[in-house]
C-alpha cells in the first residue's frame, strides 16, 4: 500500500516528467521553426501563420491555469449557482471582444505589434506608457498568481516545500519561451489544452463514480465557542436552499450570502449586497477589464491567419474555458454541501505536529475546495497527522485549538490531479511570460535603434526571471492572501482604462478623444475610486477604541475581526479606524469584490469621456467658440508634448513610421507652420485617414 511519502513522490516524479516533456518538445519545435522567428515582430506575433484549431487551444490554455482549481471553488462555496455562472461565463466570453476588436485594430494597424503599440498610435506617448504600466502590472499579478497557486497546491495537498515546483515551472517556460517565441508557445499550448481536457474528464469520471456525500442535511443550531470572549454563541445553518438573507447562514445556495464587510455589524445583513447579485456586475467587469490588459490575449490576434480563423478559434477558447470553469466551480458547491458546517470550523482530530500529539481543527484550505472531491467532500480520516498538513495558529480558533490539520494527497487520483495543475499552470505562464515580452518589446523597439531580437531574448530573461524568485518567496506564505485577492486590485486598476482603450477603436471619435481625454478619464477614475473607498471606510468602520461585537468594550483602536455569522472570503484583517492606510487597503485589496467598487470606476471612466469629448465638440465644432479662440491664437488641435498621435496629427510623422502604421503616402509638403498650427485641417484628416486604412500592397511586401 502506498503511504503519504509514496504519493508524494509520485506527484512529484510525473509532474516533473511532464513539465520536462513539454519543454523538450517546446525547443525541438523550435528548431523546426527557427526560419519563423527571424525578428522581433515574428517572435512576439507570429503574424498570420496559425490556423483556428491552434488559436483554439492557445486561448483555452492560456487562460486556464492553475488558478482554475483553486479561486472558482472557493468563489462558489460563498457566491452560490448564480456567482458560479458568471463567473464561468466572464472568465470566457472576452475572448470573443479579443477576437472583434483585434480585427479592427489589425484593419486599422496591419504591422501592430502589441496593444501597447495601439495605444501609442491612437494616444501618443503618455498614454501608451499609461497602458504598457497597467499591463505589465496586470500581468505580473497574474504570473505570480500562478506560482502562489501552484506552490499552495504542493504545500498543502501534496504536503511538500512550495518552492521547488516554482522554480522547475518557471525556469522551463523561460526558457523555450525565450529559445521559440510567440509561434512555439502556441504550439505547446494545443498539447498543454488537450492534456488538461483529458485529466479533467478522469477527474469528472471519478467524481462521477464515487461523490456520495450521504443524506441531505437537515437544518441545525448549535452553540459555537468564543475563545476571544470566553463565551458561546450559536450557530445556525440551512439545508438546500439556503435563505440568503439569513446573516448566519453559511450554507450556499442559488444566489450566495450577504457579503458585507468585514467590519458591518452581527446579526445585521440589512443592505448588505448578496454575493451571487453582485457577480452580475463583478464578474463581467473584472474579468473584461482584466482581459483587455493582458497582452497574452491580443497575441492570438495577431498571429491567426485571417478574421475567420481568429473568430472560431475565440468562439472554441471561450466555450472550453466556460465549462471548465463552470466544473472546477460546482466542485466547491458540492463540497460544502458535503460538510456543511465542519468545513468551517472543522471536526478535531489528534495530530503530530514536530513530534507531539496535539488537537488540531480539519480544515480543507479555502482555496483548495476542488481537493476536497476526492474524499466525497468530506474529511478524510487523517491518522496521527499523516495524510495532513498541519499548520500552527496565531491564535486559537473557534473550537479552541491553535493547529489546523489540511488534508493531503491519498490517492491516485490525487496524483493526476496535481499533474493536471502543473499543465494547467505551465500552460498559462509561458503565455503570460510572451505576454509581458510583447509588451516591453514593442515598446522600447521604436526607441532604441539597436533593439533586435537578441535584446528581446534578454527581455524575457532577466523581467521572467524577477518574477519567477518572487513567486518562489510567495509560496512560502510569506504573505498571507488569497489567491482571488492578488487579482482585485488588478481588476479595479484595468476598470479605470479599460474603456478608453477600447472606445480608441473608433474612428469616428479620433477627432474628439485624443491622448488627453484618455488620461483624464482613467486617472480621475483612479482618483474617485480612492474617494469613495476612503469615504465608505471612514462612515462604517467603529469610532475608535470600540468593538462592534461588544460597543462597550475597547478593542485598542481596531475594528474587531470579522463575526462568525458573516462569510469573510478575505484575510481577516484588522483595520485601524480613521486610518489611511487601513481605508485604502480595503479599498483596493479588501473589499471582497463588493459591486459598488466596480461600479464607480465604471460609470466614472465613461462620463469622463463624454465630458472630454463634448468640450472638444464644443471648442471645435462651435464656429462663435471656434472662431474666437483662433482670434487668441489658440488651435485645439495643436499637438501637445506626450499626446500627440498618428491617427490624430499623422502629419507630423515621418516616412520611417509608413511600414509600421500601414501608409505609404506622408505628406510632407507642408511647412512648419502648417504643422504645428494645423491650418492645412483637411489635408491633414486625409492623411491620418490614409494612415488608418490598410494597405495590402505594403503589407505583402
Not at 472557493?74 to 464561468?88: E, T
Not at 485549538?401 to 489540511?406: D, E, R, T
Request: hydrophobic share 45%; aromatic share 14%.
Amino acid at each position: 500500500m502506498v503511504d503519504a511519502q509514496g504519493y508524494l513522490a509520485l506527484a512529484y516524479t510525473f509532474s516533473v516528467l511532464v513539465a520536462v516533456g513539454l519543454a523538450v518538445y517546446a525547443f525541438v519545435k523550435g528548431y523546426m521553426l527557427r526560419s519563423k522567428i527571424g525578428d522581433t515582430e515574428a517572435f512576439i506575433t507570429a503574424r498570420g501563420q496559425v490556423q483556428w484549431f491552434r488559436i483554439g487551444w492557445s486561448f483555452y490554455a492560456g487562460a486556464v491555469g492553475a488558478w482554475v482549481l483553486t479561486s472558482p471553488a472557493g468563489y462558489a462555496s460563498y457566491a452560490g449557482m448564480m456567482g458560479l455562472v458568471f463567473y464561468a461565463l466572464a472568465a470566457g466570453s472576452p475572448f470573443l471582444m479579443i477576437a472583434y476588436a483585434g480585427d479592427s485594430i489589425r484593419n486599422q494597424l496591419p504591422h501592430v505589434m502589441s496593444l501597447t503599440d495601439f495605444s501609442g498610435w491612437r494616444y501618443g506617448e503618455l498614454p501608451k506608457a499609461c497602458v504598457v504600466l497597467v499591463i505589465l502590472f496586470n500581468m505580473s499579478i497574474a504570473l505570480l498568481a500562478e506560482y502562489f497557486t501552484i506552490g499552495k497546491i504542493f504545500k498543502y495537498f501534496v504536503k511538500s516545500a512550495p518552492y521547488p515546483m516554482v522554480i522547475v515551472v518557471g525556469i522551463l517556460t523561460l526558457a523555450y519561451t525565450a529559445y521559440g517565441g510567440l509561434l512555439v508557445s502556441i504550439f505547446t499550448d494545443t498539447i498543454q489544452g488537450i492534456a488538461s481536457v483529458f485529466f479533467f474528464f478522469i477527474l469528472a469520471i471519478y467524481m462521477a463514480a464515487t461523490f456520495r456525500p450521504g443524506e441531505l442535511p437537515q437544518n441545525q443550531c448549535e452553540d459555537i465557542a468564543v475563545p476571544e470572549q470566553n463565551s458561546t454563541m450559536l450557530y445556525c445553518y440551512d439545508a438546500l436552499p439556503c435563505r440568503p438573507y439569513d446573516a448566519f447562514s453559511y450554507y450556499p445556495c442559488i444566489s450566495g450570502t450577504p457579503q458585507c464587510s468585514a467590519f458591518a455589524e452581527l446579526g445585521n445583513a440589512d443592505g448588505c449586497p448578496i454575493a451571487g447579485y453582485s457577480s452580475i456586475l463583478t464578474m463581467p467587469l473584472s474579468l473584461f477589464a482584466a482581459t483587455v490588459f493582458s497582452e497574452a490575449m491580443w497575441q492570438r490576434a495577431w498571429a491567426s491567419q485571417d478574421k475567420r480563423n481568429l473568430r472560431i478559434g475565440a468562439w472554441v477558447g471561450c466555450a472550453g474555458v466556460i465549462i471548465m470553469v463552470f466544473f472546477a466551480g460546482l466542485t466547491g458547491l458540492l463540497t460544502a454541501w458535503a460538510e456543511n458546517p465542519s468545513l468551517i470550523y472543522g471536526p478535531t482530530t489528534e495530530v503530530t505536529y514536530n513530534g507531539v500529539t496535539v488537537n488540531a481543527s480539519q480544515e480543507a484550505e479555502p482555496d483548495l475546495l476542488l481537493f476536497q472531491v476526492l474524499y466525497k467532500g468530506k474529511f478524510p480520516d487523517i491518522q496521527g497527522g499523516e495524510f495532513a498538513y498541519v499548520q500552527q495558529l496565531d491564535q486559537p480558533d473557534f473550537s479552541g485549538n491553535l493547529f489546523k490539520a489540511h488534508p493531503s494527497i491519498q490517492n491516485w487520483v490525487g496524483v493526476i490531479l496535481v499533474v493536471l495543475a502543473v499543465v494547467m499552470n505551465e500552460g498559462a505562464v509561458d503565455s503570460i511570460q510572451n505576454g509581458l515580452t510583447a509588451a516591453v518589446a514593442s515598446y522600447f523597439e521604436p526607441i532604441i535603434k539597436q533593439w533586435n531580437l537578441w535584446w528581446t531574448r534578454g527581455v524575457v530573461v532577466v523581467l521572467n526571471a524577477i518574477l519567477v524568485g518572487i513567486g518562489a518567496w510567495l509560496a512560502l506564505d510569506n504573505v498571507k492572501v488569497k489567491v482571488i485577492q492578488l487579482f482585485l486590485i488588478t481588476n479595479q486598476l484595468s476598470i479605470c482604462f479599460f474603456v478608453p482603450v477600447l472606445v480608441g477603436l473608433s474612428t469616428r471619435l479620433h477627432r474628439y478623444i485624443g491622448g488627453g481625454s484618455f488620461l483624464f478619464s482613467g486617472l480621475f477614475s483612479v482618483f474617485c475610486l480612492s474617494l469613495y473607498g476612503v469615504n465608505y471606510f471612514y462612515n462604517n468602520c467603529p469610532p475608535r477604541g470600540l468593538s462592534l461585537v461588544n460597543p462597550d468594550e475597547a478593542v485598542n483602536g481596531e475594528c474587531s475581526q470579522p463575526p462568525s455569522g458573516y462569510v469573510d472570503n478575505l484575510t481577516g484583517k484588522q483595520y485601524d479606524s480613521g486610518s489611511f492606510a487601513s481605508a485604502m487597503y480595503y479599498t483596493w485589496i479588501g473589499n471582497g469584490y463588493a459591486w459598488d467598487f466596480f461600479l464607480v470606476p465604471a460609470c466614472v471612466s465613461v462620463g469622463s469621456l463624454l465630458l472630454s469629448a463634448s468640450f472638444f465638440a464644443l471648442i471645435k465644432d462651435v464656429k462663435p467658440i471656434a472662431n474666437r479662440l483662433q482670434a487668441w491664437g489658440i488651435d485645439p488641435d495643436y499637438p501637445s508634448w506626450g499626446i500627440k498621435s498618428v491617427a490624430n496629427h499623422g502629419h507630423l510623422y515621418e516616412e520611417g513610421h509608413a511600414k509600421r502604421f500601414g501608409s505609404k503616402v506622408v505628406n510632407r509638403s507642408l511647412s512648419t507652420r502648417e504643422q504645428s498650427q494645423g491650418l492645412d485641417k483637411e489635408s491633414s484628416e486625409e492623411l491620418a485617414d490614409a494612415k488608418r486604412s490598410s494597405d495590402d500592397t505594403s503589407e505583402a511586401v
